[in-house]
């Protein structure tokens, strides 16, 4: 059996026509493909966030936070305490570039992403600050250590409570100045793990913020692809179409 198929109908298509659809068709592709790289670098900002998250901010801000009851560190009265600072980049340049416009983000979690990166700073502020008092008297400072020693600060819990610590310093510091240096410390120290770290009770604190922030950014990564614009998900799809529509309309209603 041989098939003959008529090619007349291409006499039928125009060629300013033709001309005019393959320029929609190559400037609709060029809008997906520019578009589709602006999502693509939105997730690569989501991405980086969530590794920080994981990688900075779950030794200091994941697990159960902090509360005046449970912080019972013996060495947040010591000057040689070392807290490092927070970094993530990637919040400011998400807030800067209004994450608001995609589909896939609430007002909810960019509103926890600005308080976050308030308390971040407040965080790292307040780390400065205990810098700050400390390196002001080294001398004072390393005797202070030196004495907090010899007082425990370093045995295990059950072998010395922080509350016979607590009430050891309270009393030296009746008679050496240097201990008032130490409750100074330890009530800057409660500041920054209380008040600003804080728990998943305290909607303002960094503790809160960060798991639901962990939360919230899991479920975005996990969707991100299937809320992209129909237009790119289905962008050859959608020129396939174009295409037919365009020889009927070419053929059959001219």
């Known amino acids: 059996m041989i098939i003959c198929i008529d ?5 039928e298509i125009r060629s300013a026509d033709l001309l ?8 609709f592709y060029g809008y997906c493909q520019v578009l589709s790289r602006d999502l693509e670098s939105w997730k690569a900002l989501f991405i980086s966030l969530k590794s920080d998250l994981e990688i900075l901010g779950k030794s200091w801000l994941g697990g159960d936070g902090y509360s005046q009851e449970t912080y019972t560190d013996k060495k947040s009265f010591s000057p040689l305490k070392i807290i490092y600072p927070l970094k993530f980049e990637s919040i ?7 994450a608001k416009e995609l589909p896939c983000i609430s007002d909810k979690f960019i509103d926890h992403l600005t308080l976050f990166n308030e ?10 600050h205990i810098k700050k008092i400390v390196s002001t008297n080294p001398i004072m400072s390393e ?7 010899g007082l425990g600060i370093k045995e295990s819990e059950e072998k010395v409570k922080f509350n016979d610590f ?9 008679k050496e100045k240097i201990f008032h240096l130490a409750e100074n410390i330890r009530r800057l120290h409660r500041a920054v793990h209380v008040e600003i770290i ?20 899991n479920e975005i990564l996990d969707n991100f692809d299937k809320r992209k614009p129909v237009i790119i998900r289905y962008k050859v799809c959608i020129i396939i179409v174009s295409l037919f529509v ?9």
Not at 20 to 27: E, G, I, N, Q
Not at 198 to 217: A, F, M, P, S, V
């Open 20 to 27: 005019t659809y393959f320029a929609v068709v190559l400037a």
């Open 92 to 98: 400011p340049e998400i807030i800067r570039r209004g």
């Open 198 to 217: 804080g728990n998943r009770d305290n909607q303002d604190k960094l503790n809160y913020l960060y798991h639901e922030i962990t939360e919230e950014l």
């Open 166 to 174: 607590k009430n050891e310093i309270r009393n030296l510091k009746k």
């Open 7 to 11: 090619l007349n109908f291409w006499k």
């Open 246 to 254: 365009f020889f009927m309309i070419e053929i059959f209603l001219k």
């Open 119 to 128: 308390r971040v700073i407040a965080f790292n502020s307040a780390l400065d």
């Open 143 to 149: 005797e202070l250590n030196e004495r907090l020693n």
